[in-house]
């Protein structure tokens, strides 16, 4: 049989053993088509409801709320989808990269201390006039059901809804009471004007929150002046000229720019003392001169500084000696003149120095 003959007669059994073996493969094979009933069909469809969850993000965000958010998300995510942050937020005391739950609570904290609703974040009850004096302000927490209905938008109903709530309540003082207070009276503007600049922040973040526009919330500093014409803001403010009081333990604007110096110079670089004692007759010195110091140098560390204070002092001392007729002030001004040029040389410092010298 030729060579060519042999080769098809071989490709033809291949061929008929592939035909035949992918027949009985076909034909032995089971249905594997899956069966879905409706049962799985409703666990497919809870576990894809599943992958999403549902939090209440409140505080200091931007559009606090109920927020839905992937399973998988973070409290990062969750801020946001609020806005992000407010200014006022504490950012230091949430840990944004907590993993969220299902119907979890985020409360975002205030940097400052009015964080709470019965802290207080304006005092309401000091330092505003009475109504029975002059000004045309009316005090909220004292006022009478007729002081109130004098109001402009304020009718006899509301002046007694504020009588009765400030019986059950007390004053209006705390964040909830504000926020009742800008409730009942629905003001077109609001002006805080007692307490700390930062209070003033903080009451203008809470009437933000209770719906009053930005451009509708005005924040004065000191010596500002904002006027109203026909129940509208005058965009232009009038700047009063004035000084800063200093307030002192008891004394009110007593306090002088030398004394004000000498407390930073303290806080700086401390305070250095050398006491001197002297024979009053000879100008010797008879006891061992003390130097002592606060916030000036580690004593540890720098003992040689101290030790050249008190050389240079007891030899300004001496100098008495060889003239008894020196005046004991201009011995005190050379004794810090010198010991000043060797201290801020050596150290680049400027304490407080005071020489003390004591004859007996």
């Given at each position: 049989?030729?060579m060519?003959?042999?080769?098809?007669l071989?490709?033809?059994?291949?061929?008929l053993f592939?035909?035949?073996?992918?027949?009985?493969?076909?034909y032995?094979?089971?249905?594997?088509t899956?069966?879905i009933?409706?049962?799985?069909?409703?666990q497919?469809?809870?576990?894809?409801?599943?992958t999403?969850?549902t939090?209440?993000?409140?505080?200091?965000?931007?559009?606090?709320?109920?927020?839905?958010?992937?399973?998988?998300?973070?409290?990062?995510d969750?801020?946001?989808?609020?806005?992000d942050?407010?200014?006022?937020?504490?950012?230091?005391?949430?840990?944004?990269?907590?993993?969220?739950?299902?119907?979890m609570?985020?409360?975002?904290?205030?940097?400052?201390?009015?964080?709470?609703?019965?802290e207080?974040v304006?005092?309401?009850?000091?330092?505003?006039?009475?109504n029975?004096s002059?000004?045309?302000l009316?005090?909220?927490?004292?006022a009478?059901?007729?002081?109130?209905d004098?109001?402009?938008?304020?009718?006899?109903?509301?002046?007694?809804?504020?009588?009765?709530?400030?019986?059950?309540?007390?004053?209006?003082?705390s964040?909830?009471?504000?926020?009742?207070f800008?409730?009942?009276?629905?003001?077109?503007?609001?002006?805080?004007?007692?307490?700390?600049?930062r209070?003033?922040v903080a009451?203008?973040?809470i009437?933000?929150?209770?719906?009053?526009?930005n451009?509708?919330?005005?924040i004065?500093?000191?010596?500002?002046?904002?006027?109203?014409?026909?129940?509208?803001?005058?965009?232009?403010?009038?700047v009063?000229?004035?000084?800063?009081?200093?307030?002192?333990?008891?004394g009110?604007?007593?306090?002088?720019?030398?004394?004000?110096?000498?407390?930073i110079?303290?806080s700086?670089?401390?305070?250095?003392?050398?006491?001197?004692t002297?024979?009053s007759?000879?100008?010797?010195?008879?006891?061992?001169?003390?130097?002592?110091t606060?916030?000036?140098?580690y004593?540890?560390?720098?003992?040689?500084?101290?030790?050249?204070?008190?050389?240079?002092c007891?030899?300004?001392?001496?100098?008495?000696?060889?003239?008894p007729?020196?005046d004991?002030?201009d011995?005190?001004?050379e004794?810090?003149e010198?010991?000043?040029?060797?201290?801020?040389k050596?150290?680049?410092?400027?304490?407080?120095?005071?020489g003390v010298?004591?004859?007996?």
């Open positions: 049989m030729p060519y003959k042999k080769s098809l071989v490709l033809f059994c291949i061929a592939a035909s035949v073996s992918t027949f009985y493969y076909l032995t094979q089971e249905d594997t899956p069966i009933t409706d049962n799985m069909q409703t497919t469809q809870d576990k894809q409801e599943d999403t969850i939090v209440y993000v409140s505080g200091e965000v931007n559009s606090p709320g109920l927020v839905e958010l992937p399973s998988d998300s973070r409290i990062a969750a801020i946001k989808a609020c806005g942050f407010t200014p006022l937020a504490d950012k230091t005391k949430i840990n944004l990269a907590q993993k969220l739950t299902d119907g609570q985020i409360q975002v904290s205030s940097k400052t201390p009015v964080n709470n609703s019965n207080q304006n005092d309401t009850n000091s330092n505003i006039p009475n029975n002059s000004s045309n009316i005090n909220i927490n004292t009478t059901k007729e002081d109130l004098t109001l402009p938008g304020i009718g006899p109903a509301t002046a007694q809804k504020i009588i009765d709530y400030r019986q059950e309540h007390g004053n209006f003082s964040i909830e009471d504000i926020k009742v800008i409730q009942l009276f629905n003001p077109k503007y609001y002006v805080p004007i007692k307490g700390e600049y209070r003033f009451n203008a973040h009437a933000n929150e209770m719906g009053i526009d451009d509708h919330i005005v004065l500093d000191n010596g500002e002046k904002c006027t109203f014409e026909n129940g509208q803001l005058d965009e232009n403010r009038e009063i000229e004035i000084e800063d009081v200093m307030i002192d333990g008891i009110v604007g007593d306090v002088g720019e030398k004394v004000i110096d000498d407390r110079q303290l700086n670089d401390g305070i250095v003392v050398v006491g001197v002297i024979d007759r000879t100008k010797e010195i008879i006891a061992q001169t003390d130097c002592q606060r916030g000036f140098v004593l540890k560390d720098s003992g040689y500084v101290i030790k050249e204070i008190i050389n240079i007891e030899g300004v001392v001496s100098k008495l000696k060889d003239d007729q020196m004991v002030q011995i005190r001004n004794m810090k010198l010991s000043m040029r060797y201290i801020m050596e150290t680049g410092k400027k304490p407080v120095f005071i010298v004591v004859e007996i």
